[in-house]
């Protein structure tokens, strides 16, 4: 996902899903998961949320600023979105518990994307 234009869609589109999916959790999954998986659940989505938030501002900077920094913290975004929320979505819905093991993974690219903004940031002021 090169294109910032993309990746608001993108955003968008995660905002929405997280959404559907905090509902779905809210209503549904709260009478099937246990406490703890219903909490590794809400903060899979919890995360979702901010960051596609964090992916508007991020592909709106990137559109008004071509800066190679924001197009890698781009790209480190989304996949840290989609390693993070999907694993431990993942987890609380199967109990595997391999998949916690994937979760740093994407929070680890989700802390680089962080990283990557401010360099960018800094780059054009």
């Known amino acids: 996902m090169s294109s910032p234009r993309i990746v608001l869609i993108?955003?968008?589109l995660l905002g929405a899903?997280?959404?559907?999916?905090?509902?779905?959790?809210?209503?549904?999954?709260?009478?099937?998961?246990?406490?703890?998986?219903?909490?590794?659940?809400?903060?899979g989505?919890?995360?979702?949320?901010?960051?596609a938030v964090y992916l508007l501002a991020l592909?709106?900077?990137?559109?008004?600023?071509?800066n190679t920094w924001f197009t890698w913290a781009r790209r480190c975004g989304v996949a840290g979105i989609l390693i993070f929320t999907g694993s431990l979505v993942?987890?609380?819905?199967t109990g595997i518990s391999i998949l916690g093991a994937v979760a740093p993974i994407?929070?680890?690219?989700?802390?680089?994307?962080?990283?990557?903004?401010?360099?960018g940031v800094k780059q054009i002021t």
């Open 10 to 12: 993108a955003a968008a």
């Open 17 to 43: 899903l997280g959404v559907a999916a905090g509902a779905f959790g809210t209503h549904i999954l709260s009478d099937v998961l246990s406490p703890k998986d219903l909490s590794t659940y809400s903060t």
């Open 45 to 51: 989505i919890a995360y979702l949320q901010w960051h």
């Open 59 to 66: 592909a709106w900077m990137n559109h008004t600023h071509d």
């Open 90 to 93: 993942a987890l609380a819905l």
């Open 106 to 119: 994407g929070g680890t690219l989700l802390i680089a994307s962080w990283l990557l903004t401010a360099w």
